[in-house]
């Protein structure tokens, strides 16, 4: 029995896994307190991890229906993710792994991610191709199996959930504006107007975001008031398509030259309707097979770290006492 | 009843371990900005020296602050972990109570200003008045302020010299000087917060859980009440803000 820790970035999680039966998943979301921002305060994020963390531990143990003596082991994501946020996990993680003198399992977020996969009725195997995209990060990964992976691209500036936030943002939607712009672009003409993303040569496996996010600036600037009015959907459309476009066709590029026909999806932006939709013809059109977890295994949570650390090695007590966190982690696993 | 009291709201970790009112040992660490990896393992060592282990624990004592807040948020964090796995109470006591009871100890001036380095050029500070007895009556709230104008914050709620210690006297020691307000202590071991004088706060020695709650040395948390253990900030996050908006919106440089 694991009872995993999530706090790398601002939701406060607590879950809790036996053997492949995930018992309790509680995800203590901080948006609302970040709305006000605009953003993610790393502080703030501090501040209420540090309130919320024994609370969410307490409420996924009495939602398995076990105690927290009964468990095995303890695993943490360690890296990478906000410094003041993942010490709070990895403080709690390793304070109660001591107290019940049991086995300790650092986890790398990212590989996280991945194992979201591994859960649920249908579990899938590796190897597969998988893009990882949210508010944090864009990886595109080749998971050979369950504890080797190749990097194949990952974004040099923006995160793909943040180009789609930001984007809301400069539109006139609230934070974060992804889901919102999600809805909007539903009702508006993607072939509206372009909007060019970078990196855009065919075999360049990275992505880049700054591009596409200035472009709407722009456009927003010259466009003319009543023009963006009448318009606002259809711009939301053709912006949202060109982020879409970019993580599609990467994909699509990335299982081509590994030849691997699994690919699927994980983090925040799996949610996207429409890039759930444009992966699922692509892949169908190539004779692809696609997987994406639920939404609520695709945004930050402990399930995935819970399923991330069955595959990990287990540090024995005292040897992880002195673990520390680390922001920045070359997920190189 | 076997108590661990820790303090990390400086750069030096303090423990301290008590049994039925007596204190058994205490250990003083630099930790430098390493708080998350030096503190279990010396709680750990501390404990195997008195023949225990982290389990044998019974309760806790914790410096809330004010100090750095990563350092008070991984002390506050692991004794919360603790308490919560062990199903054992825990009371909060403030950093700059717990320095000033040792700064009184030394006997002298009636007024007491314990002084933490806050980072960012300012210190933590609060106005005592001790009895020459072992009590002590604040004479202020905590206050975040430049040294600078320390000498007139202690000569506004004082009317004699005070006796300042603490690392935020040794951090601006020369701003300090020359202030017939202040006298500054340069004793070391008075200038770095102890768990022992957490826990003679705290009033746990050899109590029962029902008497720490009737004392004043903090509050007692027990189970659910976990998440009302917070550190003592008194800055206000939002100085984050611009740091954070600027790093959002590049396109408008
Ligand atoms: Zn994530």
């Not at chain 2, 302020?145 to 320390?150: G, K, Q, V």
Request: aromatic share 6%; proline share 4%; charged share 20%.
């Amino acid at each position: 029995m694991i009872l995993a820790i999530e706090t790398s970035c601002d939701d406060t999680c607590a879950a809790v896994l036996d053997g492949d039966e995930l018992l309790a998943s509680v995800v203590s979301s901080q948006d609302s307190f970040h709305a006000r921002y605009g953003g993610v305060v790393p502080e703030v994020a501090s501040r209420h991890h540090l309130e919320l963390i024994n609370p969410v531990i307490g409420e996924a143990v009495s939602r398995s229906g076990t105690r927290l003596e009964r468990m095995e082991s303890i695993a943490v994501t360690t890296s990478p993710g906000l410094i003041g946020a993942l010490l709070v996990g990895v403080a709690t993680a390793k304070s109660i792994a001591a107290a019940l003198e049991c086995m300790l399992i650092p986890v790398n977020h990212l590989e996280g991610h991945i194992a979201a996969n591994y859960l649920g009725p249908e579990p899938l195997e590796p190897p597969f191709i998988c893009l990882i995209a949210s508010g944090g990060h864009t990886s595109l990964v080749h998971v050979l199996s369950y504890d080797e992976y190749r990097v194949l691209g990952s974004t040099l500036d923006d995160a793909a959930g943040e180009a789609l936030d930001k984007g809301a943002r400069l539109l006139g939607l609230g934070y974060p504006g992804g889901a919102e712009l999600d809805r909007l672009a539903a009702e508006g003409d993607r072939g509206f107007t372009r909007f060019p993303v970078g990196l855009d040569k065919p075999g360049n496996l990275d992505f880049s975001f700054s591009g596409v996010k200035t472009a709407l600036y722009y456009y927003l600037r010259d466009a003319g008031k009543r023009n963006i009015e009448l318009h606002r959907a259809d711009i939301a459309a053709s912006y949202q398509s060109a982020v879409v476009d970019a993580l599609v066709s990467k994909l699509m590029a990335a299982a081509a030259q590994s030849g691997c026909g699994i690919v699927c999806l994980s983090g925040g932006v799996s949610a996207n309707s429409e890039l759930r939709r444009r992966l699922r013809s692509a892949c169908e059109e190539r004779g692809y097979r696609s997987r994406v977890p639920s939404p609520e295994l695709c945004t930050d949570n402990a399930a995935m770290i819970a399923s991330a650390a069955r595959y990990k090695t287990a540090l024995e007590f005292p040897d992880y006492l002195n673990l520390g966190a680390v922001a920045a982690s070359g997920f190189a696993a | 009843m076997l108590t661990l009291a820790l303090d990390t709201a400086t750069e030096t970790l303090s423990l301290a371990l008590s049994a039925s009112g007596v204190i058994l040992c205490e250990r003083h660490v630099d930790a430098g900005r390493e708080h998350l990896e030096l503190l279990l393992p010396n709680i750990h060592v501390m404990l195997r020296e008195q023949g225990a282990g982290i389990a044998d624990l019974e309760a806790l004592v914790v410096g809330i602050g004010p100090g750095t807040f990563s350092g008070l948020r991984v002390g506050i964090v692991t004794a919360r972990g603790l308490a919560q796995a062990l199903e054992i109470p825990i009371v909060g006591v403030s950093t700059l109570d717990a320095l000033a009871r040792g700064l009184a100890a030394g006997a002298g001036p009636r007024f007491i200003l314990p002084v933490v380095d806050a980072r960012r050029g300012q210190v933590f500070t609060r106005m005592f008045e001790s009895d020459g007895h072992g009590s002590l009556r604040s004479l202020s709230g905590i206050e975040c302020l430049d040294p600078e104008t320390l000498a007139e914050f202690a000569s506004h709620h004082a009317d004699g010299p005070a006796v300042a210690g603490g690392n935020g006297v040794q951090a601006y020691y020369d701003a300090l000087t020359g202030f017939n307000e202040l006298q500054l202590t340069d004793d070391d071991a008075l200038n770095c917060v102890s768990a022992a004088r957490l826990l003679e706060q705290a009033s746990l020695h050899g109590e029962t859980k029902a008497g720490v709650s009737g004392s004043h040395g903090g509050n007692v948390f027990e189970g659910g009440d976990l998440a009302a253990l917070v550190p003592i900030y008194v800055r206000e996050p939002d100085a984050d803000k611009t740091a954070l908006l600027r790093k959002r919106e590049p396109w408008q440089t």
